[in-house]
């Protein structure tokens, strides 16, 4: 069946410092991913997605690239803030039979300190 | 704010009561979804509607249905209740009935069983 693993939280960092969080995933076929953050007392809300192999997605300066030789969809930004602080999660859309479910991963707990 | 509304907030009943969660969707949205958070499990789809009619069924228990009414918003029943569904559950509505539109999230309606 359809998969996301993600890294193993939670993750401290401190401000300016480069935040990756590692996302693998097993699904048929051409999935599309998606990472998502969720920010206490609060909903998920989109933060990036990628629809085929090769594609970037980008927003507020976080970045993953679809890596279908890998399986992977790895999270990345260059220099976080306090207000980066929130969970992230992994998900996939595997289309086909899955068409309109998202599978997520357990997501990452992110502290960002001063 | 997402556009999602759901109530209630909080909920707390006793183990085999029965409950209703509602979720009004945003403005033009035809897709609802159903998504339970627990510790255990991590977020798990539950059931997705599109513009009236049951469109993709997850890990949802015989205990649990919902509908989606002519004016879209939909309701998520769920009976027998023990203690082991006590969880948050999200609402979240899209536009087209895929993940690649994004999914707007409510803030949850955070349901205890006692």
């Known amino acids: 069946g359809n998969s996301v693993t993600q890294m193993e939280g939670p993750v401290t960092l401190s401000e300016e410092a480069f935040l990756t969080i590692n996302c693998t995933y097993t699904a048929t076929g051409y999935p599309s991913l998606f990472w998502y953050v969720q920010y206490p007392g609060e909903g998920l809300q989109l933060l990036l997605k990628a629809t085929k192999a090769d594609d970037k997605g980008s927003n507020k300066g976080f970045e993953a690239t679809y890596r279908k030789e890998t399986t992977s969809f790895h999270l990345e930004k260059g220099s976080v803030q306090v207000s980066d602080s929130a969970v992230y999660f992994c998900a996939l859309e595997a289309g086909g039979t899955s068409y309109g479910k998202l599978t997520f991963g357990q997501g990452t707990i992110l502290t960002v300190h001063p | 704010d997402s556009g999602v509304t759901q109530t209630p907030k909080h909920l707390i009943t006793a183990t085999g009561q029965r409950v209703t969660l509602r979720c009004s969707p945003r403005s033009g949205d035809l897709s609802v979804y159903w998504y339970q958070q627990s510790l255990d499990q991590g977020l798990q789809f539950l059931i997705q509607y599109y513009n009236g009619e049951e469109r993709a069924k997850g890990n949802i228990l015989e205990r649990f249905s919902a509908q989606q009414f002519p004016d879209l918003h939909s309701e998520l029943n769920l009976s027998s209740l023990e203690l082991g569904d006590s969880a948050l559950y999200f609402c979240?509505?899209?536009?087209?009935?895929?993940?690649?539109?994004?999914?707007?999230f409510g803030n949850g309606t955070r349901l205890t069983v006692t």
């Open positions: 979240a509505s899209s536009v087209a009935g895929t993940g690649v539109s994004p999914l707007h």
